[in-house]
């Protein structure tokens, strides 16, 4: 389905559990097959929310952004908040998914889980390998967060949020592992940071400098620091995040290339237009019918 310039692709909020209330944390077990209405298949759809899933056994096959995924047993998929899903076809599906919110996030002191790698995906990764270890782990754990949520104990906020943190560093660990082509620096936290106000800000700010100044550092710091952890120029970051919005709206809508430009923080059409090439050796039309061509 594509959308129309008078509609927006859709987002989706966290929906609060009916049988607790919670509505910044849920976790669920799938064993059958999933039912869907005709109606959600083929519709690109945001979350506002962080989604996990373990898949036992699973043959669905899923979009995130322009990729797409063929679930696969035994595997970990993640996604962050405002990527675009798109169901293309299911099937029937064991395992547990755990969603959260970003205030879920919050309630741990001093913003150690939203600055973990799982959380951050700085290589926009979605699926993790799981081998045997690896596996007995992450089923053992799920398996208690499942349990906790599910009981009436004292402290159960607390309990959810300490077995969640295991679970986050673990996968974080698995992250980097099958991620990162370079040994990382310790913690990256400057790097973190910098990715972290892209992702707040890359419609309003598009300049190294602008960062620089939110951060209270020096442009020519962030620059080289930026550069030694992660093997990119500080700009580079910036420009792939707007690229990736760029596509994801040039193949879920039908909005004008003005439109599209003005919703990025382009003034102009022309100077979008050129950005694009520039990066992906495309205009925005040429690619927008080329990846319908390929795909629709």
Do not use: C
């Not at 869907?36 to 759809?45: A, I, T």
């Amino acid at each position: 389905m594509i959308y129309t310039a008078e509609t927006t692709i859709p987002k989706y909020a966290l929906e609060p559990d009916s049988a607790t209330g919670n509505k910044f944390f849920r976790i669920n077990k799938n064993d059958s097959v999933l039912h869907y209405r005709r109606s959600d298949f083929l519709v690109p759809h945001r979350k506002d929310y962080y989604f996990f899933a373990f898949v036992k056994k699973g043959s669905s096959r899923h979009w995130i952004d322009m990729t797409p995924y063929t679930l696969k047993d035994n595997t970990f998929y993640f996604t962050v908040p405002y990527q675009v899903h798109l169901k293309e076809e299911t099937a029937a599906l064991t395992g547990i998914t755990l969603s959260f919110t970003r205030d879920f996030l919050a309630m741990d002191e001093n913003d150690f889980l939203k600055n973990l790698p799982i959380i951050q995906n700085p290589y926009n990764g979605h699926e993790l390998n799981l081998n045997e270890q690896d596996l007995a782990f992450v089923e053992d754990i799920l398996e208690k967060i499942h349990a906790e949520y599910h009981a009436k104990h004292d402290w159960q906020h607390t309990m959810l949020l300490s077995y969640t943190k295991v679970l986050l560093i673990y996968l974080s660990r698995l992250y980097m592992e099958q991620f990162s082509e370079v040994n990382q620096f310790p913690e990256r936290l400057l790097l973190k940071k910098y990715l972290s106000h892209i992702e707040d800000s890359y419609i309003r700010l598009h300049e190294v400098a602008a960062y620089a100044q939110l951060m209270n550092i020096s442009a020519g710091h962030l620059s080289e620091v930026v550069k030694e952890q992660s093997g990119k120029p500080a700009i580079v970051h910036i420009h792939e995040r707007l690229i990736l919005e760029a596509k994801r709206l040039l193949y879920h809508t039908d909005q004008s290339i003005k439109e599209i430009a003005f919703k990025l923080g382009f003034e102009e059409a022309s100077y979008f237009n050129k950005f694009f090439k520039r990066l992906t050796q495309q205009t925005p039309l040429q690619y927008r019918s080329a990846i319908r061509e390929i795909y629709h």
